[in-house]
């Protein structure tokens, strides 16, 4: 039964998914906030397993694939690939799942946003990706009419660092920390729900992923740093619906963090699911190649579907 559901999905994907359009879409109008003109050019290669690495981000922007009219369902998933905070495996846990989305109605929007090392930011460099977060869920609300997405059901879904940042948008979106540019800037940027593939959630020991941190707050942060952008530490009961998956053997992010914050979301009343996997390491995307992972995205599918 499972291989066969997994036939159907890829064959959804690649006829429907085919005829879904997709734009890419400058995140800010005007000035980049707490950036400067720079020499830094974006770079885009490929790694070993042929994913595409993205590093230097100087333009964020959004990739949106929008299903077929018939096949849209009004909802939205706007997905934060991960990298460490270093770079982006923009394909892998970006396009591929989008792509994957919108062949169940669903419309994935891949956010390409700045990564806090590059020598173009100017000042609180920890803060970078959430301004681009932030920007990024206004911006798709500003566009529900005309992409025919229903506002009430935009969520979030990250991986690794990304599925960080994700949680920081999640426990963070109603904090300013960028100037307002324009009328979009006034919309709330509270995802509907979120999506946390293998994330990282703590910058605590010991369970952090110490590349992450080193990368998004550098070598000797402060207590109040790593407090501010520990996730875990920052749910109330506002915080979003939330679904977690990790494998328990994960060696690059340990299992811990999902748990931390499922245990912070039972303790502020927030619904969460948690799939804990015995086995997948790290950095799995949709599982295709494990027999066990390879169904995870139709549990998420079925749980978006019995969201209240």
């Known amino acids: 039964m499972k291989s066969i559901k997994l036939t159907a999905l890829i064959f959804l994907l690649t006829t429907i998914g085919m005829s879904a359009q997709n734009t890419i879409i400058p995140l800010w109008p005007n000035r980049i906030p707490n950036q400067e003109a720079s020499n830094e050019a974006e770079k885009i290669e490929y790694t070993e397993d042929g994913i595409i690495w993205i590093t230097n981000v100087q333009e964020p922007t959004v990739e949106v694939f929008l299903p077929s009219k018939r096949m849209s369902n009004g909802k939205a998933v706007v997905i934060f690939p991960g990298g460490g905070y270093y770079g982006l495996a923009y394909d892998w846990e970006g396009t591929d799942i ?61 991986f690794s660092a990304g599925g960080h940042l994700a949680s920081t948008l999640g426990t963070h979106y109603d ?121 995870w995205i139709n549990l998420f599918f079925d749980w978006m579907d019995n969201l209240d």
């Open 98 to 158: 989008a792509k994957t989305l919108t062949a169940k109605g669903i419309a994935g929007i891949v956010v390409k946003y700045r990564l806090p090392w590059s020598k173009s930011i100017i000042k609180d460099k920890h803060l970078v990706p959430l301004q681009d977060a932030q920007r990024a869920m206004r911006l798709v609300r500003s566009k529900v009419k005309e992409w025919n997405l229903d506002e009430n059901q935009i969520g979030i879904m990250g």
């Open 175 to 295: 904090e300013k920390v960028y100037p307002t540019q324009k009328g979009e800037d006034g919309i709330s940027a509270r995802p509907d729900f979120m999506a946390l593939i293998y994330p990282v959630i703590t910058l605590g020991e010991p369970s952090t992923h110490t590349g992450s941190r080193a990368s998004l707050v550098g070598e000797n942060p402060t207590q109040a740093e790593l407090d501010y952008l520990s996730n875990e530490k920052q749910v109330d009961e506002n915080t979003p619906p939330t679904f977690l998956l990790h494998a328990a053997d994960d060696g690059a992010v340990p299992v811990e963090n999902s748990l931390m914050f499922f245990s912070a979301l039972k303790e502020n009343k927030v619904p969460a699911t948690m799939h804990v996997y015995p086995t997948g390491g790290h950095g799995f995307s949709l599982g295709l190649e494990h027999e066990r992972l390879k169904n």
